[in-house]
């Protein structure tokens, strides 16, 4: 069946970076476009950027410039880059298919004090 395994998470002060990762797992990976969502406390989950199976990236307004989403279909992998956080950026972090079509993992807790 399907896993989404999310990690990278953490305590970061505003500024800083951090590299989150999800590996994929029973799905033709290199065939899906992926997609990292976000949901703050009180909030709906947003999504935050896609990245197609060739390649090409989107990204929400609040994100673009800073964050950076990527791929290695060889390891079954997505990456978000996360750079310059501010303390909005505080949610747990899902990666799924750009339609959430999949199970949804555990996610990965990223915190950012100002």
């Known amino acids: 069946q399907v896993q989404l395994v999310e990690s990278g998470g953490g305590l970061v002060q505003a500024g800083g970076s951090l590299r989150l990762s999800c590996a994929a797992s029973?799905?033709?990976?290199?065939?899906?476009?992926m997609a990292w969502y976000r949901q703050a406390p009180g909030n709906e989950r947003e999504l935050v950027a896609v990245?197609?199976?060739?390649?090409?990236?989107t990204y929400v307004d609040s994100v673009k410039g800073r964050f950076t989403i990527s791929r290695d279909n060889a390891k079954n992998t997505v990456y978000l880059q996360m750079n310059s956080l501010k303390p909005e950026d505080t949610a747990v972090y899902y990666c799924?298919?750009?339609?959430?079509?999949?199970?949804w993992g555990q996610g990965t807790q990223v915190s950012v004090s100002s």
């Open positions: 029973g799905f033709t990976f290199r065939f899906n476009a």
């Open positions: 799924n298919h750009r339609n959430g079509w999949y199970n």
């Open positions: 990245i197609t199976s060739d390649g090409a990236t």
